[in-house]
């Protein structure tokens, strides 16, 4: 598995960005897809997760309400997780990861997720 991010950049307060995560490799083992960020001089957290067949959701506080995460699978081989990220505030940035696992429940930590994609920054400018 090999999880590539795409879509960051530079935004203004109440704008708009959808992130997407592919696994390049097109496993068949991920099925729990997750979005993680990390601002400077904080900790990582966690921001979204999808279990595999999509209708379950798993939210931060912080972006309830803003974003939404959904998946679309392509003959069972290209699966690709998006982070639609909506009314953008200054403290939403950070980079984003993304994440995935064997397990199929959406979960919280990043120590439940095996498999990582490299970061894509989002600035908010304010």
């Known amino acids: 598995v090999q999880l590539q991010a795409s879509g960051g950049g530079l935004v203004p307060a109440g704008g708009s960005l959808r992130l997407s995560c592919t696994d390049a490799?097109?496993?068949?083992?991920?099925?729990?897809m997750a979005w993680f960020r990390q601002a400077p001089g904080k900790e990582r957290e966690f921001v979204a997760a999808i279990n595999y067949r999509g209708d379950r959701r798993l939210y931060a506080d912080a972006v309830k309400g803003r974003f939404t995460i959904y998946r679309v699978s392509r003959d069972n081989t290209k699966i690709t997780s998006y982070l639609q990220m909506d009314a953008l505030k200054p403290e939403d940035t950070a980079v984003y990861y993304c994440?995935?696992?064997?397990?199929?429940?959406?979960?919280?930590?990043?120590?439940?997720?095996?498999?990582w994609g490299q970061g894509t920054l989002v600035t908010v400018s304010s």
């Open positions: 490799r097109r496993a068949f083992s991920v099925l729990r």
């Open positions: 994440a995935g696992d064997d397990d199929n429940r959406p979960l919280s930590k990043a120590g439940d997720y095996k498999y």
